[in-house]
């Protein structure tokens, strides 16, 4: 007997589960995995690996959107193709996707595609804010966690890349771009 497995998503720890939550249980759901994670990629999302493990051929893979499972057209497909394999279909409570039919399969690549631009517009958006931020001298971007004057001491004292990282609590690739950016501009 088939099973109907929920899966529930936001981005941030601001944004609410709950929705998504009932949604999935009046679609008749007898488990909902939630996380609050970006949707992205699939590194760190271990809700979603829990249920994909979970699953079982003729189960059901439920979300309220497709946006919640994934936010790019290459990890959709992915994931699509895992289930697949399984015997697994995908449905959308608020969207017409059902992979078990043509028509729904079809829907599914469309949506993908979308939220995949949706993303990339907003990132786009939030360049522009920065670069416009910048420019007006508003935006300076992090303060640095580095104090170049400490790597470059214990480098003058012989000490290696590694042990001043290890001392520092940075990475070594940082310890060689301070170390190089001093000796170029010693060269100048």
Known sequence: MSK????????SGSQDLA??????????????????VSGTKRDGRTELATI???????????VTRIDRL?????????IVHELKAKGVALKAVEQPVDTSTAAGKAFLDMLGVFAEFETSLRKERQLEGIAAAKAAGVYRGRKATIAPDAVLALHR?????????KRLGIGRASVYRIIEASEAAAAK
Not at 19 to 36: D, F, H, M
Not at 52 to 62: E, K, N, S, Y
Not at 70 to 78: C, G, I, P
Not at 157 to 165: H, L, P, Q
């Open 4 to 11: 109907l497995y929920g899966y529930a998503r936001v981005s």
């Open 19 to 36: 929705l998504q939550q009932a949604a999935l249980a009046a679609a008749g759901c007898t488990v909902v995995r939630s996380e609050k």
């Open 52 to 62: 994909m493990d979970f699953l079982r051929a003729g189960d059901v893979l439920v």
């Open 70 to 78: 994934a936010r790019s057209v290459m990890d959709l497909q992915n």
């Open 157 to 165: 004292e012989a000490v290696g890349a590694t042990e001043i990282a």
